[in-house]
């Protein structure tokens, strides 16, 4: 039954029920925070031929066991690259998963071999789709504290970025979607 009620909520995290993560911690008060996340969410990184901009995660609940991470990479070399892994401080593991819909029923799996950002194109990851999966948190996602996460691709190498943290449900980064907001 734990098992279960694990999966669920895992799922409605990463698809963005709101619902479930109401309770999220928030840990600091600020305009600062805040700002700084926001200023992450439109910042661009550099790897070899790929762009990454855009990336997020969502604060959780307290003693939430996972996170999902976000971000677009954009490839503007001539030959494909490939997402293999990555770490970050406040997880015990980073996998890349994807989510999808089949016949009703919502799936999660990870990609073992990794996720090709094929030449000349644009890979999303976002809620309900391909994400980065950040599992065994030690600590929740507050809210506004940016989680700086180490990406590993096949060509470009590694790459450090900042996850900006939105609110629980949020769809964008924070400042990325002005009118809308998950609370």
């Known amino acids: 039954m734990k098992t279960t009620l694990t999966s669920l909520l895992v799922f ?91 016949n009703d029923v919502m799936t999660m799996r990870e990609l073992p071999e990794g996720l090709v950002i094929p030449a000349g194109e644009t890979v999303t990851l976002e809620p309900g789709g391909y994400h980065l999966m950040l599992m065994q948190l030690s600590a929740p996602i507050v809210e506004g504290v940016p989680v700086t996460v180490t990406l590993e691709f096949e060509r470009a190498g590694t790459v450090e970025i900042d996850l900006a943290v939105a609110a629980p449900g949020a769809r964008t980064a924070p400042g990325a979607d002005h009118g809308h907001h998950a609370h």
């Open 12 to 102: 409605a995290l990463l698809a963005g029920q709101p619902a479930l993560a109401q309770d999220a911690a928030h840990a600091h008060d600020g305009a600062h925070d805040a700002a700084h996340a926001a200023d992450s969410a439109r910042d661009v990184v550099i790897a070899g031929d790929l762009e990454i901009s855009g990336a997020f995660t969502r604060a959780t609940p307290p003693n939430a066991p996972v996170g999902g991470g976000y971000l677009v990479i954009a490839n503007r070399g001539d030959a494909d690259d490939r997402l293999i892994g990555g770490s970050t401080a406040i997880a015990g593991a980073l996998e890349i998963h994807e989510m999808a819909v089949t």
